[in-house]
Structure formats: structure tokens, C-alpha cells
């Protein structure tokens, strides 16, 4: 395990969402807007937005400024954004269709990668670091001379991002949630350090996300942001913090308890996404079963990547996965994630030749391969075979 690494909790430094409260028996509070009226409303203005303006990118390799983009209204036949729907080189435009608050269709949710990167993609619950720049859509006010159209107000951006924002924070109100569902589709890139500490990044993934409200501030917008404001976000994704999001509610806040393996790891279907559908604002009517167990092993309800004991046997994953305390090599009744390689540059042997297997159908178990699927939650194994 990395002794580096921060928990989740600590991770997530995002401005969160709030809204004051009145006391004050002369107003109203009008009700929420119910997400399924909401998001046609959202999704036609976002569209607007990318058939009536066009983009420029700039590339300069190695300087802050590589993959900026700027939008703009379409004025003298430039191709608008939505030209680039699918195209079949980058700069594209793709659509990630989310399952959410009952909107009955999903929400779609366009981003434009100007460049994927070339490192690895964060699953939906990693750190990031990232810069970007914001800006909310609204419509102008509909007149003869000029017609209503979609208009940008920018509200904020960071260039030299100090500080990585967990993306679990989008489904648990830290954050947007539009965040946690587009960074897993772009990749890192490779970070040089200078002489002087300066850092500078190169063929990191770069683009920008168009997302509903409904996946944004809702309700409550944002400082300067209105409610109901459709956001769109031009994001650089420069490093990824693999994260251990396990926890326990003590004296009313949360506390981390990670199991030892990192909430990526326990992606079962590998997709690079995993939810919590305890979550009944996200997920108010239960999933079919083969999604709600896609990423929970014993099916109790709690994913894998929040449950400490991820197989329901009553041992935690994390005893399951370590050695007992003062032994580092040789067998025990549970195998480590990663068996121990030998420090050629030692005279002990800290060698441990097994892992956490996988077993064929015959039952033979892999305990070395490393592109194996590693079953540390095999209830029918893991007690049987020392």
C-alpha cells in the first residue's frame, strides 16, 4: 500500500454545495424543479449552444497555455462543435449517456476531447489533479432584433491546480457530479520537475464537458452561479491519486477506515466506474440486480469499494489481504494483494511467492500472473487453500 496516498476524506477540498437558509415567514421556498422537467429544458439549450458557436485550440507544447481553448459564436461559416460528433480523428465530440434521478432517457452529457492523453484514466471515485476554466450557459431574452440565443458567463478557473479534488465528492454533494462522470474518459499525461520546483506537463488529456444542471449546482447554483444553469468546463488532467474511500460515521462525521485496496481494484466489471445505489437522491428507484451487484461482491447493498468486508464473511478484506503483523514472508491463511518481490540488495529473503490467485474453471489457482483477475474475495477458496 502506498504510504503516500491520502484518504478521500482529505482529498476532497472542492467548494461544496450549499444553500441559506430564511427564517423568515414572508417567503416562499419554492419546491426543486423536478429533474425530469429540468433536463429537456438543459439538453436543448447545451445543444444550441454547440450548433451556433465554434472553437480554437492552442498547442504549445510545454507551456502553460497548451490545449487553452476558446469558444466563440459562429460569424463568419466556422464548423460549430457539433460537427465534430464522433469524428473519427481529435479533436471529437462524444456524448456519455448517465442514468440518474429518473430522468427516463439519462442525461447526456457531451464532451469534446481535444486530446485523450497517453497515461492512465482515473476510475469514477480517484483523485485529480486538473486546472480549468468554467462557465454557465442561460438565453438571452427572446425579441424581434436580436432572438433569444445561448450565451457564456465565465465565474472561475484554476492554472496551476495545487491540490487534487476526489471525484467522489460528486456523488456524495462535494462536487459536480459531471466531473466524476467525464475525467474517467480522458487519460494523464507525463510531468517534468524543473530545477526551480516549477512542474511542466505534456500529452496530458485535455477537453471540454457541456453538463445539464441537473448533474451541476441544480437548485441551488453557486455563488455567482443561477440555479438551473447548465455548465460547461474546460479541463486539463495533468495526475490521478488512486484512492481507498472505505468509511465510518463517528460522533456524526465520517472517518477513514480504507480496507488496503484501492477502490479502482474493486471495479469489478472494470468500467471504470462503481456507485453506491444507497444513494437515494442519485438513484431513487433500485436498479435491476445485475447493475446495483456489478461491483458488490456479496450483494449486501454497500459496494465493494465502501464495504470493509467486501466477501460478507466476517473477516475484513483488509485482514484477508495482509500477513499477520511481524511476518513478511511465507504462507498464511490469506494472500496479499501483491506478493512480495525480493530486494536483491538485502541478504534476507522477503520473497513470498503467492498472491492473491485466480482460479481456473478446474479450480487451479494462478497465483502469479499479473494480468491475472485477482480474486481476494473468493469465498470458496480463500479459507480452503493456506
Keep these: 500500500m502506498n504510504k503516500f496516498k491520502f484518504y478521500f476524506f482529505l482529498l476532497i477540498t472542492s467548494v461544496s454545495l450549499c444553500a441559506g437558509s430564511k427564517n423568515n415567514n414572508d417567503v416562499t421556498i419554492e419546491p426543486p424543479v423536478d429533474y425530469a422537467v429540468q433536463y429537456p429544458i438543459d439538453i436543448a439549450l447545451i445543444e444550441d449552444y454547440l450548433k ?49 434521478h429518473n430522468v427516463a432517457t439519462g442525461y447526456n452529457i457531451y464532451y469534446l476531447v481535444l486530446r485523450p ?26 425579441t424581434a432584433t436580436p432572438p433569444s440565443e445561448p450565451t ?58 457541456f453538463i445539464p444542471s441537473g448533474l451541476g449546482y441544480y437548485e441551488t447554483g453557486k455563488n455567482s452561479i443561477p440555479a438551473y444553469a ?20 463517528r460522533a456524526g462525521l465520517p472517518f477513514s477506515i480504507p480496507d488496503g485496496v ?74 496479499p494483494f501483491d506478493p512480495i518481490v525480493d530486494n536483491p540488495m538485502t541478504t534476507a529473503i522477503e520473497t513470498e511467492t503467492k498472491g492473491i490467485p485466480e482460479y481456473s474453471a478446474a479450480g487451479t489457482p494462478d497465483y502469479t500472473t499479473p494480468t491475472r483477475k485477482r480474486i481476494h474475495l473468493d469465498k470458496e477458496h480463500h479459507t480452503a487453500k493456506p
Excluded at 465554434?54 to 498547442?59: C, E, H, K, Q
Design 117 to 142: 492523453g497517453v497515461g492512465v484514466s482515473p476510475c469514477n471515485v480517484d483523485g485529480v489533479l486538473a486546472a480549468y476554466k468554467g462557465t454557465y450557459l442561460s438565453r438571452t431574452a427572446d
Design 230 to 249: 447548465p455548465l460547461v468546463f474546460s479541463i486539463k488532467l495533468y495526475n490521478i491519486q488512486r484512492l481507498d474511500n472505505e468509511y465510518e460515521i
Design 262 to 335: 484501492f477502490s479502482y481494484q474493486e471495479d469489478k466489471n472494470n468500467d471504470g466506474y462503481v456507485y453506491d445505489y444507497r444513494n437515494t437522491i442519485a438513484f431513487p428507484t433500485t436498479p435491476t440486480d445485475d447493475i446495483r451487484y456489478a461491483d458488490d461482491t456479496d450483494k449486501d447493498g454497500i459496494p465493494d469499494f465502501l464495504d470493509v468486508d467486501d466477501d460478507g464473511d466476517n473477516y475484513t478484506t483488509k485482514l484477508e489481504i495482509t500477513k499477520p503483523e511481524g511476518t513478511n514472508s511465507g504462507l498464511s491463511l490469506y494472500f
Design 52 to 100: 451556433t458557436n465554434y472553437f480554437t485550440v492552442v498547442n504549445h507544447p510545454g507551456f502553460v497555455d497548451d490545449q487553452d481553448v476558446t469558444i466563440a459564436k459562429i460569424d463568419n461559416g466556422q464548423p460549430s462543435i457539433m460537427s465534430y460528433l464522433n469524428a473519427a480523428t481529435y479533436p471529437k465530440l462524444l456524448v456519455r449517456n448517465v442514468k440518474m
Design 152 to 209: 457564456a458567463t465565465f465565474f472561475g478557473e484554476a492554472k496551476f491546480p495545487q491540490t487534487f479534488f476526489s471525484l467522489y465528492g460528486g456523488y456524495i454533494g462535494e462536487l459536480v457530479v459531471g466531473w466524476s462522470e467525464i475525467f474517467p474518459q480522458f487519460k494523464t499525461g507525463t510531468s517534468t520537475i524543473n530545477s526551480d520546483g516549477t512542474v511542466i506537463h505534456n500529452d496530458f488529456g485535455a477537453g471540454v464537458m
